[in-house]
């Protein structure tokens, strides 16, 4: 079995490089578990070193497969040993459990600056809601990891030159802890029975701002849980959320975009996830405090709405939440009543002409409801932007579950 290894320009032309993958919700064979969007290059050095990278399936199958990017990396990476086993808590794995992951039947790997490669299948039971350790041991001196930027998890590595531990069941060699997220781009499961993703695409409100570290409180945090307590566990849910993140980059944005826009990371986050049946998108509110009009926005959301749709995959809208104009301790915060008038004609859209499958009101559940332009007091963690985790926790409690069984 040949390792499938993608080579891409940096950046977007990375990003732009898997527009030509096949429709994820062609392949019956895997699902995508977990996911996150790498947006930068890490300021991390990694010498002679170990990682051991948190993740959180949410279905449960009989084998594992990991995906690695090096999408924002300057310089070709080499992971010369691979594993993947259950984790116990901190960085400890299950004794006995610790599985080899290989590329292509080889033990080692290396992926250009832009590249990607996916590993063999490994056979191992896993539960819906399990955390599993994936360990690199990275060689090479001074090698700056390609990074989704806050996980919410924490994961671990050894010192310098603390060289390869990635058999290591204790996890005691992993003294030092990351709230990023090295390489590490999806985890897919191979569902004993049928099975399908869920990908909710989205802003800092679906990356997790404002929620608690290693506590799995975002909103789709949540809808995962409601949905691992059913029997049997039908879909996973994949956070495919960038803080900061817009739909589009238009001339005047203020301030600069930085990380890689909707309309040039859809194919990278959604798209060349296998068994994908489900799509949330929201985003938006990054776009109207840097000034999009409502046509404008429309018309980026048009964009992601018509090429989900065209692979077969239905489309989930989310309303735009309140943002504060005023906040204590901020001089400016970007916004204003005729951008918040801006919101609520695109959420009109959205519930009415947009053409989604379904739409998740979370304007309704979060606003305050003496002052809608706000977010409720209670739900605001004080910044004005985003909610608090009980305004998470309201917004995962309100999603129907049917929409994603039609």
Known sequence: MKARVRIAGLAAAAILAFASAPASSQNTNWVAAWGTSQQGLSDQKISNASLRLIARVTVPGDAVRIRLDNTFGKTPVTF???????????????AGLI?????????SVTIPAGGTVESDAVAMRVDAQQDLGVSLFVTGADVQPSQHNNAQVTSYLTDANGGDQTDSADGKAFTGKTTSMYWLKSIDVRPAGQASAIVAFGDSI???????????????????QRLALQNPVRLAVVNEGIAGNTVMNLTGY??????????????????SHPGVSHVVFFEGTNDLRRGATAEQLIDGMKNVIGRVKAK????????????HAQVPGVADTG???????????????????????AVLDFDAVVRDKEKPELIAQAYNCGDGVHPAPIGYFQMGKSVDLTVFTK
């Open 335 to 357: 916004w204003s009543e005729e951008k918040n008038k801006i919101r609520l004609r695109v959420n009109e859209w959205i519930k009415k002409e947009a053409g989604f499958d």
């Open 312 to 323: 077969g995959i239905k489309i989930i809208g989310a309303t735009i939440i309140p943002r």
């Open 206 to 224: 679906t990356d997790g701002t404002c929620t608690t570290l290693d506590a799995h409180d975002r909103w789709e945090d949540l809808v995962s």
């Open 254 to 271: 203020n301030p600069v975009i930085n990380s890689p826009i909707g309309i040039d990371r859809l194919d990278r986050d959604v798209l």
């Open 99 to 107: 599985k080899p992951v290989t590329f292509g039947g080889k033990g």
């Open 80 to 94: 010369a040993h691979a594993t993947i086993g259950p984790r116990v808590r901190g960085p400890a794995l299950a």
